[in-house]
């Protein structure tokens, strides 16, 4: 099993960046693939990005592409989430998850972004 914690959330202006990080249980974090997803109040899950296990692969999802960057270090048991010129829309809690085949089983308690405009 993995026990994920995330951190770095917080209020941030418009234009402002923040960096998330989530912190991983066990010996084993290179054997999963990292995900970040985010929710916002009456909204559905939105995945944000992801990486692989050795981080030489990242994909992204269209709202936050371009403004930011998922990154990981296995030696650390942490996967980061670098987020730029931050808008009011990205206001959401931030999750993030891990999966070792092809559904992502272990997910993080969350922890809240906003964005003031």
């Known amino acids: 099993q993995v026990q994920l914690v995330e951190s770095g959330g917080g209020l941030v202006q418009a234009g402002g960046s923040l960096r998330l990080s989530c912190a991983a249980s066990?010996?084993?974090?290179?054997?999963?693939?990292m995900g970040w997803f985010r929710q916002a109040p009456g909204k559905e899950r939105e995945f944000v990005a992801t990486?692989?296990?050795?981080?030489?692969?990242?994909a992204y999802g269209d709202s936050v592409k371009g403004r930011s960057t998922i990154s990981r270090d296995n030696a650390k048991n942490t996967v980061y989430l670098q987020m730029n010129s931050l808008k009011p829309e990205d206001t959401a809690i931030y999750y993030c998850?891990?999966?070792?085949?092809?559904?992502?089983?272990?997910w993080g308690q969350g922890t809240q972004v906003t964005v003031s405009s």
């Open positions: 990486i692989s296990r050795f981080g030489d692969t990242t």
């Open positions: 066990g010996r084993t974090f290179s054997s999963y693939v």
């Open positions: 998850a891990a999966r070792w085949r092809s559904t992502y089983d272990y």
